[in-house]
T-cell receptor, first 111, second 115 residues
Framework: KQEVTQIPAALSVPEGENLVLNCSFT??????LQWFRQDPGKGLTSLLL?????REQTSGRLNASLDKSSGRSTLYIAASQPGDSATYLC??????????FGRGTSLIVHP | DAGVIQSPRHEVTEMGQEVTLRCKPI?????LFWYRQTMMRGLELLIY????????DSGMPEDRFSAKMPNASFSTLKIQPSEPRDSAVYFC?????????????FGEGSWLTVV
């Protein structure tokens, strides 16, 4: 069964800083990995989806990488802004295609 | 498309009452998920439907929980009888799932409080 871990659980950074969120998974036979954003009181919004055949995906200031051999994914946020404050979750899908979620990283970007 | 639609958004009920949560997935999606989110346990999968058929219900906590998907555009999650420990946010999500997987779209959630 896929297990997903996210480190750190919480992160506070000043505006403008580049930062990296980490996600590790136990089953290297992963079909895809997704990063989501969750604002307080809201549902999850998909940010990036990396297929198993891909190494990275980019969207604006966000870049996500996938290293299946080491069981790791990272989400890189460039030039962070207060509006980036949210909880970021990663989810890995294995043989069952069912996403398993990490506990998330709670990010605060202060002005 | 309006996205995944869930109702009710908020519900407060007394212990022992029946609770029914509803979900309308995105049109054309073949997969539907019910998740529960709590501070203690994070986001847990309760049940997964593919083409309206329950594929994995191993996450359903106990017999008090049941889920149905009578057609491609509607699903319900029912708790009977409800207990205070069922208080959580229940999310419905849908996707067009294939071998490579695809983006999952979440509803806004149903915030349940059982007193």
């Amino acid at each position: 069964k896929q297990e997903v871990t996210q480190i750190p659980a919480a992160l506070s950074v000043p505006e403008g800083e580049n930062l990296v969120l980490n996600c590790s998974f136990t089953d290297s036979a992963i079909y895809n990995l997704q990063w989501f954003r969750q604002d307080p009181g809201k549902g999850l919004t998909s940010l990036l989806l990396i297929q198993s055949s891909q190494r990275e995906q980019t969207s604006g200031r966000l870049n996500a990488s996938l290293d299946k051999s080491s069981g790791r994914s990272t989400l890189y946020i460039a030039a962070s802004q207060p509006g980036d404050s949210a909880t970021y979750l990663c989810a890995g899908s294995g043989g069952s295609y069912i996403p398993t979620f990490g506990r998330g990283t709670s990010l605060i970007v202060h002005p | 498309d309006a996205g995944v639609i869930q109702s009710p958004r908020h519900e407060v009920t007394e212990m022992g009452q029946e609770v029914t949560l509803r979900c309308k997935p995105i049109s054309g999606h073949n997969s539907l998920f019910w998740y529960r989110q709590t501070m203690m346990r994070g986001l847990e999968l309760l049940i997964y439907f593919n083409n309206n058929v329950p594929i994995d219900d191993s996450g359903m906590p106990e017999d008090r929980f049941s889920a149905k998907m009578p057609n491609a555009s509607f699903s319900t999650l029912k708790i009977q009888p409800s207990e205070p420990r069922d208080s959580a946010v229940y999310f419905c999500a849908s996707s067009q799932m294939d071998r490579s997987g695809n983006t999952i779209y979440f509803g806004e959630g149903s915030w349940l409080t059982v007193v």
